[in-house]
DNA sequence: CGGACTATTTGATATGCATCAAGAAGTCAT
DNA sequence: ATGACTTCTTGATGCATATCAAATAGTCCG
């Protein structure tokens, strides 16, 4: 199995036998089950706590005793809300805090001096963000909330404190990191070596795993983005995204109502994925 | 700027005011100026210390007090040897160590299932690798030497209880894989949206980058990898290799003598690399 | 030194995807 | 609801790069 999607089994292993049920947090940000409190104010400490948070299990507290999780609380300082299409931070920011994804949707994306955009990838509920601006104390990417969403902001400075306190996050804090580049290893594969149905294919399993992890459905998904950030993902434009889509569909692979995707042949878009024989 | 250059502008700033001359840590390992004890033997405690390295500056113990850097010293277990086109360590390997580039020149690739073949990067002395086995425990890449060389050899457990002690050897560390992961974010924009020649010239210019903060010059490099292993690096083929350094050498920007190129135009390599408008 | 191998260059042809174009479908605001 | 806008689909054509092929250059080793 190649390493993008690989990277993201072993992330799913981890956390496969919590029972997670983080339904609330991928579905619209109208939805109102979830507290909704606004940011800065009137958050009591039982709100910003991680020890109480439905998607521990899949963010940074993984694996800590009560314990450590109490003294974890801390870490967050506030929560963030960020509307449809608002900037979670942009490139240049000065860097200062990671951002835990509580519900909602992003990407992140960087501009070539030129203009061109490329969005680096997509990410969900439970999901780390802001990894890029460590290097250079600013940010070197566009993070762009592609439905409502809120995020855990986590000064990397506590982050840092904290690590050093407790060894089992520091560890959690590194694997985090070298899963992102693991999975960037396997999107460097997908674009350099595979043809636009594989690229596809590989790109709806992922996304189908990863929603999997969170309780949902393995053979239905709503795409959160446009054809186009697809295919700058997948480094294809968008008409082809559009007529890969359409042959699948013909092929009785999958069924398309424009964002609405239901998987009808799992194992196919897996041999697909694979083919190297073709 | 692309942000594959400009993270290694970043990473060579840091580094830039030392007047480092680690010239003999890129020099053919039949080379002798370097002191050669075969390794797990002989290595005097004055020989594995990170205080006495030439590379100390472009290494982990970047940043440090001559204090810290003692204490750094244990922090290399020792040092080993790898021959051209030997593994440093495979796909699959457990992971518990990282690995320093002393001397020498690495290629990482990851492999799919249907045996396609991808390099994911070239490293040079100062760089760290293995950070891709941090999440799961085992390695998910090969790392060749592409000539003889040698690495300090760091187990894991050291750094993280080092960096726990450390808070400035701490944050190398995070830089370290953030610099990884905003590099990687370059390679998708160069694979998913530069022509053949913007991408040669992309990675031409960043080999003479990191060449140059190691002491070399800016108009003159040798290849150790071949033109397979720079077509898989940018997504193309070998023969497109060729033909695109031909082309390069036709318009009197390079000379090319094999692996020997001699940069005639720099400026116009930059803007090939940057070329929006063609 | 000579033979076998690998790496590289160059040419001819094929093809997958980009590009250009136009229309359809969906979404949003008033 | 209606018009304006964005997103998506589909078709026709072109091009950059892959593929196939063969010759040349360089390297290794007995």
Redesign the interface.
Same mark, same amino acid.
């Not at 960037?184 to 594969?189: A, D, L, Y």
């Not at 694979?274 to 024989?277: D, E, K, L, R, V």
């Given at each position: 199995?190649? @390493?993008a999607i !690989?990277?993201h089994e072993?992330?799913t292993d981890e956390i496969a036998t919590h029972e997670i049920k983080a339904q609330e947090a991928y579905n619209q940000s109208q939805d109102q089950r979830l507290p909704r409190t606004s940011p800065m104010q009137a958050e009591s400490s039982f709100k910003v706590a991680c020890s109480n948070c439905n998607l521990r299990e899949l963010c940074l507290p993984i694996g800590l005793s009560t314990d450590e999780m109490s003294q974890l609380d801390g870490m967050v300082a506030t929560r963030k809300k960020v509307k449809q299409g608002g900037h979670l931070f942009s490139s240049g920011d000065p860097f200062t805090t990671l951002y835990a994804i509580r519900t909602g949707f992003f990407k992140t994306c960087?501009v070539?001096?030129?203009?061109?955009e %490329?969005v680096?990838g997509f990410q969900m509920a439970g999901e780390i963000m802001g990894?890029?601006?460590?290097?250079?104390d600013k940010h @070197?990417?566009n993070a762009i909330a592609l439905e409502d969403a809120e995020v855990c902001v986590m000064p990397f400075n506590h982050v840092?404190d904290l690590?050093? %306190?407790i060894?089992m996050l %520091?560890?959690h804090?590194?694997?985090?990191?070298?899963?992102?580049?693991?999975r960037?290893?396997?999107?460097?594969?997908l674009? !350099?070596?595979m043809r636009a149905e594989e690229r596809l294919a590989a790109f709806l399993l992922n996304l189908l795993q990863r929603l999997h992890a969170r309780g949902y459905s393995k053979s239905e998904l709503i795409l959160r983005m446009t054809r186009e950030e697809i295919g700058?993902?997948?480094?294809m434009k968008l008409e082809t995204v559009s007529r890969t889509f359409s042959k699948f569909s013909d092929e009785g692979i999958i069924e398309v109502k424009q964002k609405n995707i239901r998987i009808l042949d799992h194992d196919k878009l897996k041999t697909i994925f @694979?083919?190297?024989?073709c």
């Open positions: 199995m190649l @390493n !690989a990277a072993v992330a960087v070539s001096e030129d203009g061109r %490329q680096t990894l890029d601006g460590i290097v250079s @070197n990417c840092e690590s050093r %306190q060894p %520091q560890r804090v590194h694997k985090i990191m070298s899963r992102e580049i693991v960037e290893n396997g999107v460097m594969m674009l !350099a070596n700058s993902y997948l480094g @694979n083919a190297s024989t």
